[in-house]
């Protein structure tokens, strides 16, 4: 089921036209104000006249993040390069370079910005559980927002050189400080958590594009599909996948996983945790 892309509510599928985004005006107008937010100064760049004498004037680092933010937000991240930019700008494509290195500083700098846009509150709420879970829903809506965040994050197996990134990962560590658990299991916590996130938006990414190459909706290019579906689980004798229906489809929404996966492994750290705190406590009476 499609979801709104502003407050993640199911949406009824469009009778005709394109898919629905937004569940009410309200969100339309949200997404709106937000995307006007993030493209004031490529805006502003492009009202100036460029030449070599005022290029400094009107271009700098944030300017060309945000005009790179400004396009994956309408074409997706593959539509992002040096020269795209530079042509949204209207500069040449070597006066960038001036102020970023090269895409894979881009891309850093892209995911640190979406991350500096949205802080984790301090301190947050009491007790680790809800620190963490706070932390999970906070990064997800950002991959909601922006399908297109995981795709750089997830794309190289070197972390991105992004502080406000590692941010969420210090306050997660942080929310779970004091629980007799060693540095090395708070790192490993932590991180296990952004990539259960990053893995678990991938399908965001995916879908968006789709979306916007063949203007149908899941359910829609599901349904086309139906009986190629049926006919091949008949003959791979797959007993249990051939009992799929509506239910099924529902629960394999990626905001349905996020959300069972989410509990689960919370649960999981709930008992690694009473189990530290029981042998700790066996430590001190000896």
């Known amino acids: 089921m499609m ?29 709106y104000r937000a995307r006007m937010a993030e493209r004031p100064a490529t805006v502003e760049a492009r009202r100036q006249p460029q030449s070599p004498g005022n290029v400094d004037a009107v271009l700098d680092r944030e300017v060309i993040v945000r005009a790179a933010l400004a396009r994956a937000h309408r074409e997706g991240v593959a539509a992002v390069s040096m020269r795209s930019i530079a042509a949204d700008l209207g500069v040449g494509v070597m006066s960038l370079y001036r102020y970023v290195a090269g895409r ?29 879970e706070l932390s999970a829903r906070q ?13 750089l994050v997830v794309a190289t197996t070197r972390p ?30 932590a991180i296990m958590i952004g990539t259960y996130l990053q893995s678990a938006a991938a399908p965001l990414a995916y879908e968006t594009q789709a979306a916007r190459r063949s203007r149908h909706t899941r359910e ?67």
């Not at 407050?7 to 009410?24: F, K, T």
């Not at 990064?139 to 795709?151: D, F, G, I, K, V």
């Not at 051939?242 to 069972?260: H, L, R």
């Not at 649960?267 to 530290?276: P, Q, Y």
């Open 104 to 132: 894979e500083e881009l891309n850093d700098l892209m995911v640190d910005t979406v991350f500096a846009d949205h802080p984790l509150p301090e301190p947050g709420p009491d007790g680790w559980r809800d620190k963490l």
């Open 139 to 151: 990064e997800w809506a950002l991959h909601r927002r922006h399908p297109w965040l995981s795709q």
């Open 160 to 189: 991105p050189n992004a502080p406000h990134l590692m941010a969420y990962t210090d306050w997660r560590m942080r929310a779970l400080a004091g629980h007799d658990l060693d540095f090395a299991t708070l790192t490993k916590i």
């Open 220 to 286: 829609q290019w599901t349904a086309a599909r139906r009986e190629s579906f049926d006919r091949s689980i008949r003959e791979a004798r797959l007993p249990m996948v051939s009992e799929f229906g509506p239910e099924a489809f529902e629960a394999a929404e990626p905001d349905n996983i996020f959300e069972f996966g989410l509990h689960r492994m919370l649960d999981g750290i709930a008992v690694l945790l009473d189990r530290t705190s029981q042998a700790a406590a066996e430590v001190r009476e000896q």
């Open 3 to 31: 979801t709104c892309e502003m407050c993640g509510r199911a949406l009824r599928p469009a009778e005709r036209g394109r898919p629905r985004r937004y569940c009410s005006r309200a969100c339309r107008t949200r997404a």
